[in-house]
């Protein structure tokens, strides 16, 4: 699969807005956007008015960015949201949003989407009492995700128990003393807080 290897705040740049990839540095002074929020390269500055298509294009290729997939994986997304009754936009998003990369970051056990998908590579996160190594597994309503027991004692999971998660969507919660967590509910359109124009993708793909 292709990895992305550059500097991740060139991406926001790109994309017009912070996509939160950097976790802390992105609330920070420090964050690259603040600085220059401009495209990335000489010609940044002066690139002409973007075509519709242009803007559905760049309405994926942030979503696709925020959620840290490639083009197979987030295609396949709309596939499925398209064959599920409801609204299109809001079944991919609810979709990408029960990803355990996702829960585990919006969770709060992990500072970004880019270290939960690596906690849960290695092996330190369980659902239901099972290993589970793939950031891509759907979690469903019921379902338990846990830190493994030997591995609660790990430093960076000891400064996880005495950190307050803000913005904890209401379909979740978190037990930070147990490292423990639980999927509530299916996430809604108003549970996703992210700045996101789901139409725009599907009349993208609908072409």
Not at 39 to 51: M, T
Not at 73 to 83: G, K
Not at 102 to 126: D, E, K, P, Y
Not at 157 to 181: C, H, I, R, S, Y
Request: with cysteine.
């Amino acid at each position: 699969m292709a990895v992305y290897r550059e500097a991740k705040c060139k991406l926001c740049r790109r994309e017009g807005g912070k996509l939160f990839l950097k976790g802390d540095k992105c609330y920070s002074e420090k964050c690259p956007f603040n600085k220059r929020p401009l495209p990335p390269g000489q010609h940044g500055a002066g690139r002409k008015k973007v075509s519709e298509y242009g803007q559905q294009l760049r309405e994926k290729q942030k979503t696709k960015r925020i959620y840290g997939v490639q083009e197979g994986q987030f295609r396949h997304y709309y596939e499925i949201a398209e064959r599920k009754k409801g609204i299109t936009g809001e079944n991919m998003l609810q979709l990408l949003e029960l990803r355990l990369d996702n829960v585990v970051f919006r969770m709060g056990i992990g500072a970004s989407r880019t270290q939960a998908r690596q906690l849960v590579n290695h092996a330190h996160l369980s659902v239901n009492g099972k290993t589970v190594t793939v950031p891509s597994y759907s979690v469903k309503v019921g379902d338990v995700i846990a830190v493994k027991e030997n591995r609660r004692n790990n430093k960076f999971f000891e400064q996880v128990k005495t950190m307050k998660v803000a913005n904890m969507p209401k379909w979740l919660e978190f037990d930070p003393e147990k490292l423990e967590g639980k999927v509530l509910a299916l996430p809604t359109r108003e549970d996703i807080d992210s700045q996101i124009a789901e139409h725009m993708i599907v009349e993208f793909y609908s072409k």
